[in-house]
């Protein structure tokens, strides 16, 4: 009886899959499992002792309650999403922003919801971007979302930013350059993530955020240029006053989107977040997740309604703001202890998110190339090296940043691995 013939013809990928391949967060996430007794301030999750286990109960309780409601809970959702839900967010981002232009051409219909912010921003790049297409990035920045456009063929470039973010004359002088290199109408985004950044815990002043806005504005002749607004971090303030979002700076309503999500505010088992998105790009949204998913998990969303619907939120974002300041004390405090007495390290001190941005002496090679790296490793910790965090091109990446996280750690830990680390530079120094 013949044999069964046996291909030996390796598999036709697409392109797509090559360009995802050797992604930051997938040599971190190697390197933690690999390495488990590391204290790692790399990883931006959050918090495990204060994930809300016991408002989460009373949530998915009230949803289980009523036959009927939890009926239609466990039942297909629409691709929007869970209306109340919808309505909800919309209302809580009118009364923070409490300016006129956030109230003004928004409906329930511009609200999307979906699997955490992150399928927000994998969608509007399906909806925006052909291969070559360009988003004009912070420098630096999350670099998940640069890996994300990269993935689709598209290019980040990135724009020079300092302690209050993304500089607009840099950008101004970025549009420019894409203009003389006959690329301007490949620029289809700008991307900003406006509270509290990730990595550097930048916040836009009110002033840039409006001149950002009237920039994209501006130039977008030939081609629409957006403004993508993540703010995923705008909860976690521990200081200072709320700024008005992005979104707020756009009376025409036709140019920002707003990410957020409830991932880093209430819990990301729950993966619920969503966009306000202009007129226009409503529809090819809906369309693409149409394709995907039908809508994002209905019963979350009905328990994420219930959450906000019972002010179980807002007493979560408390608790957070309180643990997480506790936290950024603590890692501050060790900076000034063990890093301060070394020559050329500087970093900035936020007012709210979850990173601080380390800056070392030009000379230090923080990446996965260089030593400090292993060295860390075997003092005790893992670090986000920076050249992780920019764009592929535009503002020149720089190999002397690190970005420490302190969501999960306690305190103790903190304070152990910023000691380690300073053990290490000390060694390469």
């Given at each position: 009886m013949a044999g069964t013939a046996k291909s030996s013809a390796a598999p036709r990928l697409s392109q797509r899959a090559g360009w995802a391949g050797g992604q930051p967060i997938s040599r971190l996430m190697h390197l933690a499992l690999a390495h488990p007794n590391l204290i790692s301030l790399a990883a931006g999750f959050v918090d495990q002792e204060t994930l809300p286990v016991e408002p989460a109960r009373e949530a998915i309780e009230a949803v289980l309650a009523d036959a009927a409601g939890a009926r239609a809970a466990l039942q297909?959702?629409?691709?929007?999403?869970?209306?109340?839900?919808?309505?909800?967010?919309?209302?809580?981002?009118?009364?923070?922003?409490?300016?006129?232009?956030?109230?003004?051409?928004?409906?329930?219909?511009?609200?999307?919801?979906?699997?955490?912010?992150?399928?927000?921003?994998?969608?509007?790049?399906?909806?925006?971007?052909?291969?070559?297409?360009?988003?004009?990035?912070?420098?630096?920045?999350?670099?998940?979302?640069?890996?994300?456009?990269?993935?689709?063929?598209?290019?980040?470039?990135?724009?020079?930013?300092?302690?209050?973010?993304?500089?607009?004359?840099?950008?101004?002088e970025e549009l420019h350059r894409r203009e003389r290199f006959g690329e301007l109408n490949r620029v289809k985004a700008i991307y900003v993530t406006s509270y509290y950044d990730n990595p550097a815990s930048a916040t836009l002043s009110a002033e840039r955020r409006a001149a950002i806005v009237e920039t994209a504005k501006r130039w977008s002749r030939a081609t629409k240029i957006y403004v993508i607004e993540d703010a995923a971090y705008r909860a976690l303030r521990y200081e200072g006053d709320d700024l008005a979002s992005m979104r707020s700076y756009d009376a025409e309503g036709d140019t920002v989107v707003v990410a957020e999500t409830f991932s880093k505010s209430f819990s990301p088992g729950i993966r619920v977040g969503w966009g306000v998105l202009p007129p226009d790009l409503v529809g090819p949204i809906l369309s693409l997740k149409g394709n995907i998913d039908f809508g994002s998990p209905n019963f979350t969303q009905h328990v994420m309604a219930e959450v906000l619907a019972r002010g179980l939120f807002d007493r979560q974002v408390a608790l957070l703001q309180e643990s997480y300041l506790g936290k950024l004390a603590a890692t501050l405090e060790a900076a000034d202890e063990f890093l301060a007495p070394l020559d050329g390290v500087r970093w900035q001190r936020p007012t709210g998110g979850l990173y601080v941005w380390l800056r070392l002496p030009e000379s230090i090679d923080t990446g996965p190339g260089g030593r400090l790296m292993q060295l860390a490793m075997d003092e005790g910790m893992l670090y986000v090296p920076g050249e992780y965090c920019y764009p592929a091109e535009g503002a020149p990446p720089r190999k002397n940043m690190i970005r420490l996280s302190f969501g999960v750690q306690s305190p103790a830990n903190i304070r152990r691995g910023v000691e380690a680390l300073a053990k290490a530079i000390r060694q390469v120094s």
């Amino acid at each position: 009886m013949a044999g069964t013939a046996k291909s030996s013809a390796a598999p036709r990928l697409s392109q797509r899959a090559g360009w995802a391949g050797g992604q930051p967060i997938s040599r971190l996430m190697h390197l933690a499992l690999a390495h488990p007794n590391l204290i790692s301030l790399a990883a931006g999750f959050v918090d495990q002792e204060t994930l809300p286990v016991e408002p989460a109960r009373e949530a998915i309780e009230a949803v289980l309650a009523d036959a009927a409601g939890a009926r239609a809970a466990l039942q297909y959702g629409t691709t929007a999403g869970y209306p109340p839900l919808r309505e909800a967010v919309l209302a809580r981002l009118i009364d923070a922003d409490d300016h006129p232009a956030t109230e003004a051409k928004l409906s329930i219909d511009q609200v999307v919801v979906t699997a955490g912010s992150n399928q927000l921003l994998h969608l509007l790049n399906e909806a925006l971007l052909d291969a070559g297409d360009i988003v004009l990035c912070a420098a630096p920045s999350y670099f998940v979302y640069l890996g994300m456009v990269g993935n689709g063929g598209a290019r980040t470039v990135g724009v020079a930013a300092d302690e209050q973010g993304m500089i607009p004359d840099a950008l101004e002088e970025e549009l420019h350059r894409r203009e003389r290199f006959g690329e301007l109408n490949r620029v289809k985004a700008i991307y900003v993530t406006s509270y509290y950044d990730n990595p550097a815990s930048a916040t836009l002043s009110a002033e840039r955020r409006a001149a950002i806005v009237e920039t994209a504005k501006r130039w977008s002749r030939a081609t629409k240029i957006y403004v993508i607004e993540d703010a995923a971090y705008r909860a976690l303030r521990y200081e200072g006053d709320d700024l008005a979002s992005m979104r707020s700076y756009d009376a025409e309503g036709d140019t920002v989107v707003v990410a957020e999500t409830f991932s880093k505010s209430f819990s990301p088992g729950i993966r619920v977040g969503w966009g306000v998105l202009p007129p226009d790009l409503v529809g090819p949204i809906l369309s693409l997740k149409g394709n995907i998913d039908f809508g994002s998990p209905n019963f979350t969303q009905h328990v994420m309604a219930e959450v906000l619907a019972r002010g179980l939120f807002d007493r979560q974002v408390a608790l957070l703001q309180e643990s997480y300041l506790g936290k950024l004390a603590a890692t501050l405090e060790a900076a000034d202890e063990f890093l301060a007495p070394l020559d050329g390290v500087r970093w900035q001190r936020p007012t709210g998110g979850l990173y601080v941005w380390l800056r070392l002496p030009e000379s230090i090679d923080t990446g996965p190339g260089g030593r400090l790296m292993q060295l860390a490793m075997d003092e005790g910790m893992l670090y986000v090296p920076g050249e992780y965090c920019y764009p592929a091109e535009g503002a020149p990446p720089r190999k002397n940043m690190i970005r420490l996280s302190f969501g999960v750690q306690s305190p103790a830990n903190i304070r152990r691995g910023v000691e380690a680390l300073a053990k290490a530079i000390r060694q390469v120094s």
